[in-house]
């Protein structure tokens, strides 16, 4: 039979090493995501305009969709168009 502080000593081994490994890759993930990010300064180093404003295709859609609400809010309240 084995002794119980065996167990606890290769559980607590076991433990330790899996936290190793689990470190080394995390600093390895870390390293790759900073590769990749000077990767995309280096080949985007301006930053992206932002828009302004809605286009102007946006801009019509919505006008049609406020004319559409005003429609039916004069049908709600029995107006006659």
């Known amino acids: ?3 119980p ?3 606890v000593t ?3 081994t076991t433990l330790a090493g899996l936290a ?3 470190l080394a890759g995390l600093a390895g993930w870390r390293g ?3 590769l990749k990010q000077q990767e995309l300064i280096r080949t985007h180093p ?3 305009p932002a828009m302004t404003g809605p286009s102007a295709s946006a801009r019509i859609e919505i006008a049609d969709l406020k004319e559409r609400i ?3 809010e ?3 309240a029995g107006v006659d168009l």
């Open 1 to 3: 039979m084995m002794d």
């Open 5 to 7: 502080t065996l167990y």
């Open 10 to 12: 290769l559980a607590g």
């Open 20 to 22: 190793m490994i689990t």
């Open 32 to 34: 790759w995501l900073t």
């Open 46 to 48: 301006e930053p992206m």
């Open 70 to 72: 005003r429609k039916l």
């Open 74 to 76: 004069a049908i709600a």
